[in-house]
């Protein structure tokens, strides 16, 4: 007689404090805020069912519509950037499964979130209603233009990669808020770019680190 092991579903809330603890928390993400978010989020409820026990891993994950969930880290990194205390609207361009816009939303009171894919698009929103994310807004548009409607922003995240900076993003930036975006070329060296525009609607720039992204496409949604 033969016997099967029937293999326990994974402790989920247990594998995300690990990650919040060994991957952000242990590294440069030390603020609170990001932290308690990064530790709040089911980033298993935003990856394929196949890939749940793989959720809270520091590594990107593929996706439907041959797209990435970017890895924990990023993630917590660029919203530790982009947010600033008092922060209230945030943007978040690239939207892809939702999670990136899930964790603004433990921490802002609005996030409006642009897709240009819309079968991913419309699976976030889906999602994102399920787990009770009633401050996210998801919107199938062209990341270039963002979402003017909503500007201006406190903080915005670029989850993919233009040659430059979009113009109409930094528009859309509130004085006093950021904005953070992977630039480059596909393929070539892409740096993680912060920019903060002051009271008088004058900007900064400055480089964070080298990272590695999808490329961020113009054009109409499809």
């Not at 950037?81 to 609005?110: F, I, K, N």
Request: overall charge negative; aromatic content about 6%.
């Amino acid at each position: 007689m033969s016997f099967r092991t029937r293999r326990s579903p994974p402790d989920f809330d247990t594998l995300r404090a690990a990650m919040v603890a060994r991957h952000l928390a242990a590294r440069d993400v030390d603020d609170p805020r990001v932290l308690r978010a990064m530790g709040t989020v089911p980033r298993h409820e935003f990856t394929p069912p196949d890939l749940a026990h793989r959720a809270y891993e520091d590594a990107p994950l593929p996706m439907q519509a041959d797209q990435t969930l970017s890895q924990p880290y990023i993630v917590a990194r660029m919203t530790q950037l982009a947010v600033g205390p008092g922060a209230r609207r945030a943007l978040d361009v690239g939207g892809g499964s939702g999670y990136q816009a899930a964790v603004l939303a433990e921490l802002v009171d609005w996030v409006d979130s642009v897709e240009r894919i819309r079968e991913l698009a419309d699976t976030a929103r889906e999602r994102l209603a399920r787990l009770g994310y009633s401050n996210v807004h998801v919107h199938c548009a062209d990341g270039f233009l963002g979402w003017p409607a909503g500007a201006p922003y406190d903080a915005i995240i670029v989850a993919c990669a233009p040659p430059q900076v979009p113009p109409a993003l930094v528009e859309q930036l509130a004085p006093g808020g950021r904005l953070v975006v992977p630039v480059g070329p596909e393929g070539a060296a892409q740096e993680l770019v912060v920019i903060e525009k002051a009271a008088d609607g004058s900007t900064s720039r400055r480089t964070d680190a080298p990272v590695r992204f999808v490329p961020m496409l113009p054009g109409d949604p499809v």
